[in-house]
């Protein structure tokens, strides 16, 4: 996949996400009224998802150029560290924050998802 291609995808991902992520707080608005710690949690989510999948793109990028895959196993723990710190700052918040992070993570999948089908039709 080539730089510009990337860039659409990642627009396109990232628009998903943000109506994903809409759509998910107006539903949450009827089951738990305005929650801070939910939509604090679902930002997260998001947020970190997209700051994942740009770090993704920079640690293939890397291997390819420099073929370290010691360096390359570092940056995935770091990866999953940053997961589990939002997470971990969600659940403080409160327990709906931590389902809204979760949600909010899944919101790349589908994303990704939904931007694959349109580029397969």
Same mark, same amino acid.
């Given at each position: 996949?080539?730089?510009?291609?990337? @860039?659409? %995808?990642? #627009?396109? !991902?990232?628009?998903?996400?943000?109506?994903?992520?809409?759509?998910?707080? +107006? $539903?949450? /608005?009827?089951?738990?009224?305005?929650?801070?710690?939910?939509?604090?949690?679902?930002?997260?989510?998001?947020?970190?998802?997209?700051?994942? @999948?740009? %770090?993704? #793109?920079? !640690?293939?990028?890397?291997?390819?150029?420099?073929?370290?895959?010691?360096? +390359? $196993?570092? /940056?995935?723990?770091?990866?999953?560290?940053?997961?589990?710190?939002?997470?971990?700052?969600?659940?403080?918040?409160?327990?709906?924050?931590? @389902?809204?992070?979760?949600?909010?993570?899944?919101?790349?999948?589908?994303?990704?998802?939904?931007?694959?089908?349109?580029?397969?039709?």
């Amino acid at each position: 996949m080539d730089e510009d291609r990337y @860039l659409q %995808l990642r #627009k396109e !991902i990232f628009i998903i996400c943000s109506i994903y992520a809409a759509v998910c707080e +107006v $539903v949450s /608005l009827f089951i738990l009224g305005f929650d801070k710690g939910f939509l604090m949690g679902l930002i997260a989510g998001v947020a970190i998802m997209l700051v994942n @999948l740009e %770090l993704l #793109k920079r !640690i293939v990028v890397l291997y390819i150029n420099t073929k370290r895959l010691g360096l +390359v $196993v570092v /940056l995935y723990l770091l990866r999953l560290c940053i997961y589990a710190g939002a997470a971990y700052l969600c659940y403080m918040v409160s327990i709906h924050g931590l @389902l809204a992070y979760a949600i909010g993570v899944f919101g790349i999948v589908i994303g990704a998802l939904i931007s694959y089908k349109k580029e397969a039709v």
